[in-house]
T-cell receptor
Framework: GQNIDQPTEMTATEGAIVQINCTYQ??????LFWYQQHAGEAPTFLSY????GLEEKGRFSSFLSRSKGYSYLLLKELQMKDSASYLC?????????????FGKGTKLSVKP | SAVISQKPSRDICQRGTSLTIQCQVD?????MFWYRQQPGQSLTLIAT?????????ESGFVIDKFPISRPNLTFSTLTVSNMSPEDSSIYLC?????????????FGPGTRLLVL
């Protein structure tokens, strides 16, 4: 079957660093995405990894290890506005072209 | 700036009725998708909207319940038919091939549906 696992909730302090992990088992792999979703809003795209390694974009970085079926999203210099759910999504092979399989999301609470 | 819009943004409907949700993009895109996000849950793909042909539905979703149209490269509709309270959800359209990276899906603002 296809499965994406990420922690349900995390709490961190303003100004700190937090790492949100994601492990996946899918029928094939054709890219991994991280999205941010504030309560009551649509997901917004954060990062895309298709090759192993670290992609850095400002305060956010995303890492991928295809051999381990593992990714993480690293958030630095946390701000209160970073309180949101973070969704890990994988595109596999087969089925509908472009089909993304989403994890259940990690709800991050940033405290003063 | 580039925009994905959905109408209506929210609605309250009676069971047994149908609602059509529109998704409009301000430039041509390769692919359009419809997702559902039930309360407290993650996103589930309903179908891929194919331009000029029938949509491709995921397991558990059927055309009679969720008819989809895509008459051109910038517009799609999803109809939720014969609604029941279990259909209460957020319905999101997404597009791919819009802005780089081309592999990325970007989401519209969503339609919040409550069925009584």
């Amino acid at each position: 079957g296809q499965n994406i696992d990420q922690p349900t909730e995390m709490t961190a302090t303003e100004g700190a660093i937090v790492q949100i992990n994601c492990t996946y088992q899918t029928s094939g792999f054709n890219g991994l995405f991280w999205y941010q979703q504030h309560a009551g809003e649509a997901p917004t795209f954060l990062s895309y990894n298709v090759l192993d390694g670290l992609e850095e974009k400002g305060r956010f970085s995303s890492f991928l290890s295809r051999s381990k079926g593992y990714s993480y999203l690293l958030l630095k210099e946390l701000q209160m506005k970073d309180s949101a759910s973070y969704l890990c999504a994988v595109r596999g092979y087969g089925g509908s072209q472009g089909n993304l399989i989403f994890g259940k999301g990690t709800k991050l609470s940033v405290k003063p | 700036s580039a925009v994905i819009s959905q109408k209506p943004s929210r609605d309250i409907c009676q069971r047994g009725t149908s609602l059509t949700i529109q998704c409009q993009v301000d430039s041509q895109v390769t692919m359009m998708f419809w997702y559902r996000q039930q309360p407290g849950q993650s996103l589930t793909l309903i179908a891929t909207a194919n331009q000029g042909s029938e949509a491709t539905y995921e397991s558990g979703f059927v055309i009679d319940k969720f008819p989809i149209s895509r008459p051109n490269l910038t517009f799609s509709t999803l109809t939720v038919s014969n609604m029941s309270p279990e259909d209460s959800s957020i319905y999101l359209c997404s597009v791919q091939g819009w802005i780089p990276p081309q592999e990325t899906q970007y989401f519209g603002p969503g339609t919040r549906l409550l069925v009584l």
